[in-house]
Structures are given as C-alpha cells and as structure tokens.
C-alpha cells in the first residue's frame, strides 16, 4: 500500500479532516487520527475496509478537485470581486490551502502574502495567469491522486490486510502443542 501512504503523505492533505471521515465510528477525532496515522507510519496493517473507504473518498475527492479547477477556468478574473470569489471556489476541508497557494505564487513569481492580499481584495495586482496556474495545480493533483489509486488497486493483490483487534488479528499469539 505504498501508494496509499504516498496519498496521505502528501503536503496537500489535511489528515485529520480525512481521518475523520474514515473513521466516522471512533470516539474522538484525536482517535481517527492516531488511528490513519499509524496505518500511514507502517505500525499497523490498513484493514479490507479501510482500504475500499479510503479509495471511495479519495476518488470522490479527486472529483472535486476537478470541480474546482472547471469553476477557476470559467472565472472570468477581469470582473470586479472575482478574486475574492477564489477564496471561496478553492475552499475544501481536506485541503491545506495555504501550500497550494504558496506553490501557485512560486510559479507566478510572487510570493504568499501577496497574492493572499491580492485574493482578500487589498491588492488587485496579480498577473492573469495567476487563476489558470491555479486550476492547472488543482487538476495536477487530482491527476495524481487518480494515479496513485490505480497503482494502489494493483499493490491491493500483494498486500497483507490486518484482520482486525484482538483474537482476529494478525499479531495474536499461536499456542505451543
């Protein structure tokens, strides 16, 4: 599941938004992270359903990662208030939106605090391939994450899923004869 861990690996992600919607049955939030982070670390096997979870979401999240970037291409940034509509078109709770944008305005040459500036209103100096670069860096991992799930449908034959807690799982102790 080396493509699995990539996935929650990335900068990009907020783990423990995902986490919880993984885990909806943990008792805590704090749980559902420590528990897909132990999974991410290699301290213990991801389960069956863990696996068929994480792939169902990550696709839907690639979705909308795709959703986002068509509504940025449509954005017409020449109209007044339409960079303050990025804030709300790039906002989802699994993203971390500050590296992506501090990716973005490396590539534009800019730096954060400008083009966050820029996107609040008080600065309308950023360039016009500003959005385009920014639906190209939301499609770019939505592509990325599409290919890591199809790597991890391939890696899903040789992997040992954990069989659960206590008697059923792998670690259980064998009696002596």
């Not at 938004?17 to 096997?45: C, G, M, T, W």
């Not at 989802?92 to 800019?110: G, N, R």
Request: aromatic residues 10%.
């Amino acid at each position: 599941m080396k493509s699995l861990i990539d996935i929650l690996r990335h900068p990009y992600l907020l783990l423990n938004r995902v986490a919880e919607r993984i885990y909806p049955d943990a008792k805590s939030p704090v749980a559902a992270h420590q528990r897909l982070r132990s999974r991410r670390n290699k301290i213990h096997f991801f389960e069956l359903s863990d696996y068929e979870k994480l792939r169902d979401e990550f696709s839907a999240f690639a979705d909308e990662l795709d959703q986002i970037a068509q509504n940025l291409e449509a954005l017409n940034p020449s109209t007044p208030g339409a960079l303050q509509e990025v804030m709300h078109i790039t906002t989802h709770p699994w993203v971390k939106k500050k590296l992506v944008l501090t990716k973005v305005a490396e590539k534009c040459e800019l730096t954060y605090y400008t083009v966050y500036d820029g996107l609040r209103g008080k600065n309308q100096s950023l360039p016009k391939k500003f959005v385009p670069t920014l639906a190209r860096e939301y499609t770019g991992f939505a592509g990325w994450l599409r290919k890591r799930l199809e790597r991890a449908e391939k890696e899903k034959e040789k992997y040992r899923f954990g069989l659960g807690k206590g008697g059923a799982g792998h670690r259980k102790k064998r009696k002596k004869k």
